[in-house]
């Protein structure tokens, strides 16, 4: 995990533990991250959203 210009970046090296009321993330370097979940939710909410409006639809078309 690395914070740039407050903004949190979470790598692969990252753990993740739950209570069900909040998510915590632990770097190795020393680092804690701890995010409520309904705020996570909000969060994967918003990166689907993002995501399908980048998508465009494909149109096929048949030919004779």
Aim: proline fraction near 6%.
């Amino acid at each position: 995990m690395r914070i740039v210009n407050g903004k949190a970046y979470i790598d692969d090296v990252a753990s993740f533990r739950t209570d069900g009321h909040s998510v915590t993330i632990f770097d190795p370097v020393g680092a804690v991250l701890v995010i409520p979940v309904n705020v996570l939710y909000e969060l994967c909410d918003n990166v689907k959203e993002t995501i399908d409006a980048k998508e465009k639809p494909v149109q096929v078309t048949k030919t004779p």
